[in-house]
């Protein structure tokens, strides 16, 4: 094993550390964030997301204040947002909290947690004990085929449906609604509460959270597990713009420095968590 290069990237790392603790990158005067700003639980105008939160931490890091850019995430996302800027003028924003890793339209920085999607439904029906995937497909048929299954369109969960043969059971949600109100946990906040759907299946910070919130049904979430032919868990890094490479260390220091902190706010959110992979995926969370 040649130890030169290992030794050489850990004191490359360490040293980017200690700068991300104190000093802002030259000429950087705000820790600017692109945001969708009808997007809990990661953004919200009111700062009160899983990214505004981390924003806030990274950004006393570097002694900067955080400003933020917003324009729905719908298609052309990273567009109007990280490489929006007229001639003569700044970048709007210059970092992405929550991307795939593997996503291609920017720099991706390390993984900095990994979730899955969940299964999400009320205690007290006819989904009492399921307690896994495996648990949901043992059903009895008769119960089974009654379901209605809440999902987003082109999401993993209708590839499982599929594989399952449970298409007919599966209610399909618009998850890029041109309506700049619209948000993904309405399948949660509003179908699934309101009795429209028995079960809904989501990507895990959103069925963490919004399970939650609901306080006219004690809802169950439980993690759906990857199998042959549908991935159901992705790891989630942030994004920078290309040919930043100093930006894009500083940032992955930061992650690396408040690892710590930013587990405990995905806990708090109620985030289900996997154990993070070395190898990135790209992915259809969110």
Same mark, same amino acid.
């Given at each position: 094993?040649?130890?030169?290069?290992?030794?050489?990237?850990?004191?490359?790392?360490?040293?980017?550390?200690?700068?991300?603790?104190?000093?802002?990158?030259?000429?950087?005067?705000?820790?600017?964030?692109?945001?969708?700003?009808?997007? !809990?639980?990661?953004?919200?105008?009111?700062?009160? *997301?899983?990214?505004?939160?981390?924003?806030?931490?990274?950004?006393?890091?570097?002694?900067?204040?955080?400003? +933020? +850019?917003?324009?729905?995430?719908?298609?052309?996302?990273?567009?109007?947002?990280?490489?929006?800027?007229?001639?003569?003028?700044?970048?709007?924003?210059?970092?992405? !909290? $929550?991307? /795939?890793?593997?996503?291609?339209?920017?720099?991706?920085?390390?993984? +900095?947690?990994?979730?899955?999607?969940?299964?999400?439904?009320?205690?007290? *029906?006819?989904?009492? *004990?399921?307690?896994?995937?495996?648990?949901?497909?043992?059903?009895?048929?008769?119960?089974?085929?009654?379901?209605?299954?809440?999902?987003?369109?082109?999401?993993?969960?209708?590839?499982?449906?599929?594989?399952?043969?449970?298409?007919?059971?599966?209610? /399909?949600?618009? !998850?890029?609604?041109?309506?700049?109100?619209?948000?993904? $946990?309405?399948?949660?906040?509003?179908?699934?509460?309101?009795?429209?759907?028995?079960?809904?299946?989501?990507?895990? /910070?959103?069925?963490?959270?919004?399970?939650?919130?609901? #306080?006219?049904?004690?809802?169950?979430?439980?993690?759906?597990?990857?199998? #042959?032919?549908? #991935?159901?868990?992705?790891?989630?890094?942030? $994004?920078?713009?290309? $040919?930043? /490479?100093?930006?894009?260390?500083?940032?992955?220091?930061?992650?690396? #420095?408040?690892?710590?902190?930013?587990?405990?706010?995905?806990?708090?959110?109620?985030?289900?968590?996997?154990?993070?992979?070395?190898?990135?995926?790209?992915?259809?969370?969110?």
């Amino acid at each position: 094993m040649r130890l030169a290069p290992l030794l050489a990237g850990a004191l490359a790392l360490a040293s980017a550390v200690a700068q991300a603790q104190t000093t802002p990158q030259v000429g950087r005067t705000e820790f600017k964030v692109c945001q969708d700003p009808n997007n !809990m639980p990661f953004s919200n105008p009111k700062g009160e *997301g899983i990214e505004n939160r981390i924003a806030e931490l990274f950004a006393k890091d570097l002694g900067l204040p955080v400003s +933020y +850019y917003s324009f729905p995430q719908r298609m052309a996302f990273v567009r109007n947002t990280l490489r929006y800027k007229l001639p003569g003028e700044d970048f709007r924003c210059d970092i992405i !909290m $929550g991307v /795939p890793s593997g996503f291609d339209q920017v720099s991706v920085t390390k993984p +900095y947690y990994r979730s899955t999607y969940a299964l999400v439904f009320p205690k007290g *029906g006819a989904l009492d *004990g399921v307690k896994s995937t495996a648990d949901l497909l043992a059903l009895p048929a008769a119960t089974l085929k009654k379901l209605r299954i809440g999902v987003g369109d082109r999401s993993p969960a209708t590839e499982w449906l599929a594989h399952h043969d449970l298409v007919d059971q599966g209610v /399909p949600f618009p !998850m890029l609604s041109p309506d700049p109100e619209h948000y993904p $946990g309405q399948l949660i906040e509003r179908e699934l509460a309101d009795n429209r759907v028995d079960a809904a299946i989501v990507w895990g /910070p959103i069925a963490g959270w919004f399970a939650k919130r609901v #306080k006219s049904r004690e809802l169950v979430v439980v993690p759906m597990v990857s199998e #042959k032919g549908v #991935k159901f868990d992705f790891p989630m890094a942030m $994004g920078v713009r290309y $040919g930043e /490479p100093q930006w894009k260390q500083q940032i992955e220091a930061l992650i690396e #420095k408040r690892r710590p902190e930013i587990q405990a706010i995905l806990r708090d959110f109620g985030v289900p968590m996997l154990e993070l992979e070395s190898a990135p995926a790209t992915s259809s969370a969110r």
